[in-house]
């Protein structure tokens, strides 16, 4: 069956650093999200993309974030100087006809 | 905005037990509707789902019904395993590739 894969498992970096994480959607999916949660709280929503660009961010998604479909397959998403407060869990998601989203098994950030 | 509100856990049971997760949704139009399952250490894996009123979707004998006279799309199974111990998130989506807003999530404990 085909799943979404989320690359590094577990990323520890340093405050003010830039990390990327990356995502491999199913393919022919047409929409590609970004969710975030802190631990022991809900999943929130980050931002959409569709069709090359931005369909819609929350307002968490500041100028801190970015995201990038830099070819056919990948979907990244970059945090330009990390804080304190980015450490969560980050999910990855695609949905393509059939409605639902489905999740990557997650990147865990660690600030230090 | 659009807001999902589930019971608070942890819920726990014996197996073999009787499961009911109330959730219940606030929405503009007709959202679809969604349960999603994370078992300790890994991502969200979609459980069922339910796109208009009265269906009703079923997975792994769990089931949940979409009542828009009460906005609510509870969660039940008849009989409980030890396995089935994991945090359940209700979820909604507006519209079609619309980003996914997400209860804060109960946690099912199941004693043997």
């Known amino acids: 069956e085909p799943e979404v894969t989320q690359t590094p498992s577990h990323q520890v970096t340093q405050m003010g650093q830039e990390v990327i994480l990356r995502c491999v959607p199913i393919?022919?999916?047409?929409?590609f999200y970004w969710y975030r949660q802190i631990l022991g709280q809900k999943v929130e929503f980050l931002v959409s993309f569709y069709n090359n660009e931005i369909s819609e961010k929350s307002e968490i998604f500041d100028d801190q974030f970015s995201v990038e479909r830099p070819d056919g397959s990948n979907f990244t998403l970059k945090i330009r100087s990390t804080k304190l407060e980015d450490s969560a869990m980050y999910f990855c998601a695609s949905t393509g006809l059939r409605l639902a989203q489905y999740f990557g098994a997650g990147t865990r950030l660690s600030v230090l | 905005g659009d807001s999902v509100t589930q019971m608070e856990g942890p819920v726990t049971l014996s197996e073999e037990a009787f499961l009911t997760i109330n959730c219940t949704y606030t929405?503009?139009?007709?959202?679809?509707l969604f349960w999603y399952v994370q078992y300790p250490g890994e991502g969200l894996q979609l459980l069922l789902k339910?796109?208009?009123?009265?269906d009703k979707g079923s997975n792994k004998g769990f089931e949940a019904t979409y009542r828009k006279e009460t906005t609510s799309f509870h969660l039940e199974k008849g009989s409980v395993q030890v396995s089935d111990s994991a945090v359940y998130f209700c979820a909604l989506s507006a519209l079609y590739g619309n980003k996914l807003v997400f209860g804060a999530g109960t946690i099912l404990r199941v004693k043997s």
């Open positions: 393919s022919n999916h047409l929409y």
């Open positions: 339910a796109t208009k009123a009265d």
């Open positions: 929405a503009t139009g007709y959202p679809s």
